[in-house]
């Protein structure tokens, strides 16, 4: 017995492989079979890809969260930093505090 359209020319074979398939048989009656084939083969690696690069969006996202904390973080150090002697002179004469001296 002879094997049929999808066992021949869309079981096992990429999209790519199932048009070029359809390509060779332009002008026959299994060409609009083939085309679709070859759609939903494109279809579902294109499903499955989304799937993988939302999954992998999540990563991401949680990677530039914390590094966006921790950029503001080190901001905050280098503010205080570069305005330590501005906030001990405001803390001994405004606040009265003889800690910082």
């Known amino acids: 017995m002879e ?3 999808y ?3 869309v079981k096992g074979k ?3 492989e199932v048009l070029i ?6 002008f026959s009656n299994e060409t609009p079979y083939l085309q679709m084939a070859a759609q939903v ?9 989304l799937k993988k690069a939302s999954e992998d969006s ?3 996202s949680a990677r530039l969260f914390w590094l ?11 503010a205080m930093a570069s305005g330590w002697p501005y906030l001990t002179w405001w ?10 001296r």
Not at 21 to 26: D, I, K, S, T
Not at 41 to 49: D, I, M
Not at 91 to 100: D, G, I, Q, R, T
């Open 3 to 5: 094997p049929g359209i």
């Open 7 to 9: 066992e021949r020319d």
């Open 14 to 16: 990429s999209d790519e």
């Open 21 to 26: 398939a359809a390509g060779q048989r332009l």
């Open 41 to 49: 083969r494109a279809t579902q690696s294109l499903v499955a890809a």
């Open 58 to 60: 999540g990563a991401v």
């Open 68 to 78: 966006t904390l921790a950029l503001v973080g080190a901001a905050l150090i280098q």
């Open 91 to 100: 803390a001994n004469h405004k606040l009265h505090l003889s800690v910082f």
